[in-house]
């Protein structure tokens, strides 16, 4: 069996091509990433812009066809935080069915805390049995924990990168008390968390906790396979945060390993990042650059495996 599975996120179109054996064995065929900005202006107006329809039905095309080639039977797509945030959601779905043949079905925010969970642990290798993962998105950050692979508490926070930068970091380098009024934010939203156990392994994944690893190392080309279980210190973090925060976009668009247009919005996912690990007083992090989509394709598996 051969599926691919898009994640339709607040700033990334993210989409996983998987190949199932007779066996149960997995093998990952591609994966492809996207920065599709489909929440901008959804915090401020809770409508996806007119233009987003289009730039989001072209990449929804080229990935579609991207499936088809590497033998795809079915193409499971989803949306989160941007597209339930969105008045026009219905309109955007239909849009996107008539115009590429995709159909996207709605994540909850828990949810997508447990499917992120899933996800980021998938081949990757851990020390212990306690985990907890975040995933700092566009527009929500989810936080859930589990033992053995088996979640047992997961949350959907109302905070991301896309909605904190728009709402504070508009200007960079921001203001001393624009950068006290994101922090502020951040640390409300991570407080309605649950406790975490003083010695969990935490595993962080999506744009944030990538890029920031690859700042960290100097990668110049995005290495998924290198990148994934690099540990992510707190003294590292506040530095590049620290950094960010008195560089104009243009300089942080410059960075070896960052993205162009996720500059603008690195420094409030840093924000987030920071303060996440600094309430549950981590020491380090570990990067995955696996997340949601891969929780939804072991689902989908485990699905067909029922029937």
């Excluded at 980021?120 to 566009?138: C, R, T």
Aim: charged share 25%; aromatic share 4%.
């Amino acid at each position: 069996m051969i599926f691919s599975v898009i994640d339709i996120g607040t700033n990334t179109i993210l989409m996983a091509t998987l190949a199932v054996d007779a066996g149960g064995g997995i093998t990952i065929l591609g994966d492809e990433h996207e920065i599709a900005r489909l929440g901008k202006g959804v915090d401020a107006t809770r409508r996806i812009l007119p233009e987003t329809f289009d730039r989001v039905a072209g990449y929804l095309s080229r990935y579609r066809a991207v499936a088809e080639r590497l033998g795809a039977e079915r193409i499971v797509a989803f949306g989160t935080s941007a597209l339930r945030d969105a008045n026009n959601r219905e309109d955007f779905i239909r849009a996107m069915r008539e115009r590429t043949g995709i159909e996207i079905t709605l994540l909850s925010g828990s949810e997508e805390a447990e499917l992120t969970y899933r996800g980021a642990l998938f081949k990757l290798d851990m020390v212990g049995s306690a985990h907890a993962v975040i995933d700092i998105g566009g527009g929500s950050t989810e936080i859930a924990a589990g033992v053995d692979g088996r979640l047992k508490d997961a949350i959907s926070l109302d905070i991301g990168a896309v909605r904190i930068s728009e709402r504070f970091l508009s200007t960079l380098p921001p203001s001393a008390d624009a950068v006290r009024s994101a922090r502020e934010m951040a640390r409300r939203a991570i407080g309605r968390a649950f406790e975490l156990p003083a010695d969990i392994d935490v595993v962080g994944v999506a744009g944030t906790v990538t890029t920031f690893g690859a700042i960290l190392t100097g990668m110049r080309r995005f290495d998924a396979e290198e990148l994934n279980g690099l540990r992510l210190p707190i003294a590292e973090v506040s530095r590049i945060v620290a950094e960010l925060l008195a560089m104009p976009v243009e300089r942080i668009a410059s960075i070896p390993g960052v993205h162009p247009d996720r500059a603008d919005l690195l420094p409030g996912g840093g924000i987030i990042l920071e303060e996440f690990m600094r309430h549950y007083d981590l020491p380090a992090i570990t990067v995955s650059t696996r997340g949601v989509r891969y929780g939804v394709a072991l689902r989908e598996i485990g699905s067909a495996g029922r029937e």
